[in-house]
């Protein structure tokens, strides 16, 4: 994706996740549990300002988050951070030097795409916690979502900070996973210390495979299916001892 499309995109879900929460910041969030839309909204509010103060710091924030943000009324801490996130991507290329966890891509680009994908995300979590309707994620970037989140969120994970994955992979017997969707799809190997990815479905039929639309795939691989929503499409196939190391890596990679 072109980063004036990241942009374009998070523009969109900023201004829905924002409408969304002001209309009960009260509301349980069944996919965070212990949140409220008020700590959802503060949560996003609070990256935007890390990720903000960390490219004009050029390093991350020492102390995290600031005693002051815990009592900021969501909503205003909300549009000011994100207007100040907006104003430094402004000011900068995506491919202007900045830290990132990431230790393949340390540019501006990264949080371009992390933040649209962030709230993307997180515009679901506020629409399923006060009952709307789910808005329509566009293909392209749900695609891309799935896509940073293998790569970027696990198979990074895995090669970056292993120990919080051994008790996991340790005991795989060496599985392959497919997940397929419009006009893309994954290749997942895992075993003890691995999970890696490749484009495409792989030589051979898969122990598991996940398939369906973009959306309700990124869906899928986020854990934001909704409490007793239907499953948008997404079928799986495989034993259920598979499927669950799969899920148990990804809950891993995106803690």
Known sequence: MEFSRFLACLDADAARLRAVAASDLAAAVPTCPGWTVADLTRHVGQVYLHKTLGMRQGAEPAEWPPKELADAEPLDL???????????????????????????????????????????????????????????????????????????????GVTAWGEY???????????????????????????????????????APADVTVSGPPAALLRWVW?????????????????????????????IGTQ
């Open 165 to 203: 994955f051994a008790d996991t992979l340790a005991a795989s017997p060496g599985r392959t996973f497919a997940l397929r969707t419009d006009g893309a799809a994954w290749h997942v190997r895992t075993g003890p210390g691995t999970f890696a990815v490749q484009d495409g479905d792989g030589d």
């Open 78 to 156: 909300f549009d000011r951070t994100y207007a100040d996130l907006l104003a430094e991507f402004a000011a900068r290329r995506p491919e202007d030097a900045t830290g990132t966890w990431y230790g393949p891509d340390q540019t501006v680009g990264f949080w371009i795409r992390r933040m649209a994908q962030e709230t993307v995300v997180h515009r679901i979590d506020a629409e399923l916690a006060t009952g709307q309707a789910v808005a329509p994620v566009p293909a392209d970037l749900a695609v891309d979502g799935i896509d940073e989140l293998l790569r970027v969120f696990v198979a990074f």
């Open 223 to 251: 854990n934001r299916d909704g409490a007793g929503e239907p499953d948008g499409g997404v079928r799986v196939d495989g034993p259920a001892d598979a499927v669950a190391e799969l899920r148990r890596c990804i809950v």
